[in-house]
């Protein structure tokens, strides 16, 4: 594209002769010649434009471009971006990710998607005399990205099926062979499952949010918001967020049988804390009736004491105050 500015006769256009293009212009055309960023330079009112090589597989088929109006280049789409070009002339810079446009470069019409931003050029006097576009185009990630959400939400159906499924088997297999409460608590505890993955699966998997696992696995169990939660923000790994909703499922549905949730006045403060490379949680009942530690652990104790995970510290205390329970995590175990 140097070669091509240089050889380009530029008295054909509102430009007229380079010799008399303003030491401004020159320079913002050698610093996009020089960049590997895409970048155009729109000038004048006639919106004359300078483009440099990155620049080139953007335009396409539209790449006998150089020198002619940017409105005329972008003509099936002006009436989304020229009104975007008009704020930069008027010096307004606009940013916008992932823009959508339906474009014209090989013969027939694309969706497209651009991430850019118009930018005012001046003068030295401070007059405003074209705009720069510096973009890219994400047409491939915003595709990708939307077919990985079908694929999850694909899977997130079926999740619920397979979940459904092992509910209605495990309800008739069980019938008359347990205590209908048993049957109960494992229904509940399919639902507390399947409430960790569907904010794994709006994660993509890659991750979830502390508070939004800690939000979402309590908020069946508070309706009179008794419990107080307290503590910074964190990302999670997978494994670490379906533990922990199923703990917080069983601390929950443990309090509101036998503590502190039990009771109109009782109260559950959870806290959770960073201490160097360990995450320190706290489960504290108060104002509750008055608790025992259990004759027999069951599945849910044993869920409880597990804490994250082996590398978990969990310390179980049956306090006349209330229960309480302190856990300390190295963070790095948390990632998985």
């Not at 008399?20 to 330079?41: C, G, H, M, N, Y």
């Not at 998607?113 to 006097?125: E, G, I, K, M, N």
């Not at 993955?197 to 918001?225: C, F, K, N, Y």
């Not at 205390?317 to 990632?335: N, Q, S, V």
């Amino acid at each position: 594209m140097r070669e091509q500015v240089d050889a380009f006769d530029w008295n054909t256009t509102p430009l007229g002769p380079r010799a008399t293009w303003p030491s401004e212009l020159e320079i913002v055309v050698r610093q996009i010649l020089d960049s590997s960023f895409p970048k155009a330079i729109v000038w004048g009112s006639g919106f004359t434009t300078i483009y440099n090589d990155a620049f080139v597989p953007i335009l396409g088929e539209k790449h006998v471009a150089l020198g002619r109006s940017f409105a005329e280049i972008w003509s099936e789409s002006w009436s989304e971006i020229g009104p975007i070009a008009g704020r930069a002339y008027a010096g307004e810079p606009t940013y916008i990710e992932d823009f959508p446009l339906v474009i014209n470069r090989t013969g027939q019409d694309e969706q497209a998607w651009f991430t850019f931003c118009y930018s005012p050029l001046r003068l030295a006097d401070g007059s405003i005399r074209g705009m720069m576009d510096t973009v890219i185009e994400t047409t491939d990630t915003v595709r990708a990205q939307a077919s990985l959400a079908l694929v999850n939400e694909e899977l997130g159906h079926r999740l619920k099926n397979t979940l459904a499924l092992v509910q209605a088997i495990a309800s008739q297999t069980l019938r008359g062979a347990a205590e209908p409460s048993a049957i109960e608590n494992f229904n509940h505890r399919l639902s507390a499952l399947g409430h960790a993955h569907d904010i794994l699966l709006q994660q993509d998997w890659a991750s979830a949010s502390l508070r939004e696992i800690i939000d979402h696995s309590l908020e069946p169990h508070d309706p009179g918001s008794q419990i107080i939660r307290k503590g910074p923000n964190l990302a999670i790994g997978s494994r670490a967020a379906v533990a922990l909703s199923l703990m917080l499922h069983e601390l929950a549905t443990n309090a509101a049988k036998y503590g502190a949730l039990s009771v109109a006045d009782g109260c559950v403060r959870l806290s959770w804390t960073i201490d160097g490379d360990h995450l320190d949680l706290r489960w504290h009942e108060s104002d509750g009736p008055p608790v025992t530690a259990p004759t027999a652990k069951g599945f849910g104790s044993r869920l409880i004491a597990m804490g994250l995970g082996r590398s978990s510290e969990v310390e179980l205390r049956y306090e006349a105050t209330g229960f309480k329970l302190d856990m300390r995590t190295p963070i790095a175990k948390l990632a998985s």
